[in-house]
């Protein structure tokens, strides 16, 4: 019999690494996954995965640690690099805290990936460096020549959208550059059940808007993509050899107040956040297309079941029961602030 296919997952441990960890080893790839802790218990979960006995091997590694990325990248054919801080907290040192690892994590991967010979890597950045484009026609759904404009992000302090920005675009010049194949996959916000056991950033978004809290939300347009859909695009980016560049992964869109309509429908006890308004037209966040992902033969599945899949898990792992210090927050994370409606 031939030998597993061998990749790497940076990050094995996040929310969206360990469902294609997941998934890499139910289609029986063998996944070399760093963690900056093996010991710690949020990462217990990789280890009690089907398959991972005989084809998942951890290895220790901060992105900002070439010697250790290069362990665990020796002898993979491919890499997936989804290693990058989602801070829930507002950011006080956005060098240290995000551009950093976002963008010398970046590029540190693609340098031990050129070094080894890998045959492919897969990037993942976000949305967050296609939406804040003010120059982009009105009414015209955004796709993959769109970038985010970095003076904007920068005035508006929007330092996550930053630093995705800047290392997406440092990921495609370094492949023009050096003849890697770098493809990266931009998902919007992921929600779907988790894997790993503690409550990741946009889940946080989600759990905030069934239990409410001190802070209403604007009426605005959400983008929605489901985790085990975002796994599949990079996968299938990954397997397919004709992809290329920026492939967007938001197949769902959706106002505020539809989202709560649609969850109070099912799930009327909750405290649900306030929604202060109708769709502000004025915000950056406009239609955005998966054409081209879809084209690859992408096929996500439909909002409703994203929704009441995350809620059946939250239920399930107690996440929306109430109690001090249960390490369930109920806030907006900061990452999403620009969802905050203004004080009246
Ligand atoms: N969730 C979303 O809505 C969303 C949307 C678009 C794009 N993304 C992107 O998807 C990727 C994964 O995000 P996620 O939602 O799965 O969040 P997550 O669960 O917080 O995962 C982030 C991962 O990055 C790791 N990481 C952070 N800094 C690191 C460093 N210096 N060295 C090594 N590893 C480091 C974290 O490891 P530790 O556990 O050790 O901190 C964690 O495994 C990120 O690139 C993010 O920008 C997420």
């Not at 950056?284 to 994203?306: D, F, Q, V």
């Amino acid at each position: 019999m031939a030998p597993p296919r061998r990749v790497c997952v940076t990050g094995g441990g996040g929310y969206i690494a360990s469902w294609l960890v997941k998934l890499l080893l139910s289609r029986g790839y063998a996944v070399h996954a760093t963690v900056r802790d093996p010991c710690d218990s949020k990462n217990a979960h990789l280890m009690q995965l089907d398959g991972a006995a005989e084809n998942l091997r951890l290895f220790k590694a901060d992105v900002l640690d070439s010697a250790a990325l290069a362990a665990a990248v020796e002898g993979c054919e491919g890499v997936f690099h989804v290693a990058s801080p989602v801070p829930a907290d507002k950011i006080l040192d956005p060098e240290s805290e995000v551009m950093v690892p976002a963008v010398k994590g970046t590029v540190n991967i693609l340098e031990v990936c050129s070094s080894m010979k890998v045959q492919k890597v897969v990037v993942v950045s976000s949305t967050s460096s296609v939406h804040f484009n003010p120059s982009w026609p009105q009414g015209k759904p955004k796709d993959e020549s769109c970038w985010s404009d970095k003076k904007v992000c920068a005035q508006h302090e929007l330092w996550y959208c930053l630093a995705k920005t800047v290392a997406e675009e440092t990921a495609l010049g370094y492949a023009e550059k050096n003849g890697l194949n770098v493809v990266t996959v931009c998902p919007c916000i992921v929600f779907g059940p988790q894997l790993q056991p503690v409550v990741n950033t946009s889940s946080e978004l989600l759990v905030y808007v069934l239990k409410g809290g001190p802070n209403a939300m604007n009426g605005m347009l959400w983008h929605i993509v489901d985790v085990r859909d975002v796994a599949d695009a990079l996968l299938l980016v990954y397997e397919k050899p004709e992809s290329s560049g920026r492939y967007i992964s938001a197949p769902n869109y959706i106002t505020t107040k539809a989202i709560l309509d649609l969850l109070k429908k099912t799930y009327p006890d909750y405290n649900y956040v306030n929604c202060k308004a109708e769709v502000d037209h004025n915000y950056p966040i406009t239609p955005i297309s998966s054409a081209k992902l879809k084209n690859l033969g992408w096929k996500p599945r439909e909002l409703e079941e994203t929704l009441l899949d995350s809620i059946e898990y939250y239920r399930k792992t107690g996440i929306l029961q109430d109690g001090e210090g249960d390490g369930h927050p109920c806030r907006l994370p900061d990452l999403f602030r620009f969802f905050h409606a203004a004080e009246e």
